[in-house]
């Protein structure tokens, strides 16, 4: 009988490569495609990371510079903006002005100031023009279309054209072509006369000086201010210059203080 016998020796141990025995590809090449689909995935998540990141900053920045474009614009609107409504309002502002003064300048006054009263004759006849047009809801006429004013009426007139109330008591009884005053109604009965005769007020120019504000006044005929194609040039017309000084009174409202070269 055969015996077998069996000395010290050592067996190696081994692994049977199935996927070999069956074709199929080797465990190495797997676990390196294995590896490199890993990657793959790995890469191709930090790629949509990195362009998710990138639309990220790009819509910010996007936004940022919509933000300064439309600041920017909207700063220059509004520089535009106030320019132009701060010279509607200075126009509106002139314009009032022009209309306080206008039944002074009708007059064409010679210079006066609050030490050096203005003429008695000049003062009575601004104040009731200015009477007359400024005081419509209390004016009425008589049968010959006169209008009639009161003297309360004209003296009011008197005292805010030039910040005080001067005596015209010697003017009223003047003979005058434009109004006649009776005593015994103490009322002023004023012809409908056009005045398109008389100066009429262009400012010029305006300045503060301290509280006062004095203004650059031009003179012009209303009916001489018109070219071939009734264009209204009153600045192109003026035939003079004048200085008017408007001061504010106890009741905070202007009044001409004085009128000069």
Known sequence: MYKYERKNKM??????????????????????NSKSKIFKTINGKHHAKRTKNNLIRFNRMFRFLWICVFLTVSSVGLVFAIGFFEKLENSKRLENYSDFILPVVMQDPDFFDEINLPDEEMVLNAAIWDCSMNNKENVCSDEDGSIILSEDDVNKSIEKLFGRYINTDKAKYVKN????????????FVKAVSGTDRFAPYILGSYNDGADLVLNVGYFCPMDSFDENMNFLPEERIEKNATFRLKKGFNGNYYISSVSS
Do not use: I, M, Q
Request: charged letters at 30%; glycine letters at 6%; aromatic letters at 18%.
């Open 177 to 188: 072509k434009e109004y006649t005053f009776k005593k015994d109604e103490n009322r002023y």
């Open 11 to 32: 067996v190696s141990p081994y692994t049977v490569n199935y996927r070999a025995l069956y074709g199929l590809k080797s465990g190495a090449n797997d676990l390196a």
